[in-house]
DNA sequence: TACATGCTTCGGTTACGATCGAACTATGCA
DNA sequence: TGCATAGTTCGATCGTAACCGAAGCATGTA
């Protein structure tokens, strides 16, 4: 007993419902105020604030002061993948909400996992770019090509740019509706934003779904073949 | 609210004290009584009794009846997969147990990950595979190559067999400790028990941490050299 | 059959932490 | 200066779950 990191504290910081709904909605990647996150968690504003106060001195998150607001975002990507990995060993346990609620296929169809693009959309983008010889693939590995580059160069995202920063540029993220894994990253994140600037999709308001346009779902699905 | 997998749960189970001493304690990869994981947990049997009940419902734990004893392991590899990535996030931020303890060295040298070596010595154990070519890796993926599967078979290490396994091959694992990848899955397993097998090591009675004989530490070491 | 060991179930106690109302601080706006 | 909004701190309540002693099963051994 006693060995090795404690895990206890985190699993206490995620095992609080409130706590927990929390941090899921901050998995959208939108800065959130305590206000919003209270509702979120299903709390008074007060009680907020000492969960708040909790996951901060855990170091799950981060709170910047704007104004007279405060706002809250996950501390950094650590914590986000820490999350999405849970929640993929949750879902593989059965262990999902009590009943699937309607917007669930909204949420199975394309959602935010912390700054990238997850759910059926997220995976078959990352299946399509391996079939095109754009990543490298091993395993959970992933590496981008030189032929991914130029690939990317049209879509209209600069490698070079994203290489510069100390983040890496593809990483694999095992999402928990489909089980396989999706493109994470500063590559995810570059795609996901990408799809946001032309327009093809949306955030929505209260939820971590991703809301594509009947036309940018056409030029994505066009973009992004199923095997080939 | 609402949205995905509950994490709470799961979370919830881990966040106890004494719960997550058990865990630990499992992650050494033997098969425990409940009166040896009370003692872990360091708690009456009574209690332990009803957090393993717990444990059990929440698919985190798998018992097995042998005679009057009644022996727990982690249900699967993917516990123990989520463990050692909690440990590393817990690491990460600093969260270590209070003081480090005596046996912390020895812990950060060689240690059981549930079924395969970790620690320095796992770490460079995979670095060396690397650098010789016997694995491929691309960021977390890894594969061994042709000249890998020769080099084990020299070792003592038949890879058709594990083949056969659904279980992957190779998988990366995150080192707390280190901070670094080491190799897991069926081959990481192979390995170890190879090195016991041997009599090079073996493991330490109430530890997770995992004891070289002179002779086998001589013999690792020039097995896999650094940086070659 | 009797007894020991390993573990679970029951009952009752205790402690911790989640919760909210109310009061307080801070920032912004008029 | 006064008022509104955002958030924290305080105090008190309440519920849950961790905990252990004692009793109850189950299995093995003499």
């Known amino acids: 007993m006693k060995e090795g990191p404690d895990i206890a504290q985190i699993g206490a910081l995620i095992g609080d419902p409130a706590r927990a709904n929390m941090l899921t909605?901050?998995?959208g990647g939108k800065a959130l105020t305590a206000t919003?996150?209270?509702a979120a968690g299903g709390i008074t504003v007060q009680t907020a604030s000492t969960h708040l106060a909790k996951l901060e001195a855990g170091q799950l998150l981060a709170q910047r002061k704007q104004g007279r607001?405060?706002?809250?975002?996950l501390?950094?990507?650590?914590v986000g993948k820490l999350l999405e990995n849970i929640m993929g060993f949750?879902?593989?346990r059965g262990h999902l909400r009590h009943q699937p609620g309607p917007k669930e296929p909204a949420l199975r169809k394309a959602r935010i996992c912390y700054?990238?693009?997850?759910?059926?959309f997220g995976v078959r983008m990352l299946d399509s770019l391996v079939a095109k010889g754009a990543i490298d693939a091993i395993g959970d590995g992933l590496a981008l090509t030189g032929k991914g580059e130029s690939t990317?160069?049209?879509i209209g995202i600069d490698v070079g740019d994203l290489k510069a920063s100390r983040r890496p540029l593809c990483r694999s993220c095992l999402d928990w509706s489909e089980r396989r894994a999706h493109l994470a990253g500063s590559l995810g994140k570059a795609l996901l934003s990408n799809f946001f600037d032309k327009g093809w999709a949306r955030r929505t308001a209260g939820s971590r779904s991703v809301i594509f346009s009947p036309d940018g779902e056409r030029q994505f699905l066009a973009l992004f073949p199923i095997g080939a």
């Not at 501390?75 to 650590?78: H, R």
């Not at 700054?115 to 059926?120: C, E, R, T």
Request: proline letters at 0%; charged letters at 25%; a negative charge.
């Open 25 to 27: 909605a901050l998995m």
């Open 36 to 38: 919003e996150l209270a």
């Open 69 to 73: 607001h405060r706002y809250f975002t």
């Open 75 to 78: 501390a950094d990507d650590a």
């Open 90 to 92: 949750a879902a593989g």
């Open 115 to 120: 700054d990238h693009l997850a759910g059926d």
């Open 152 to 154: 990317l160069k049209c």
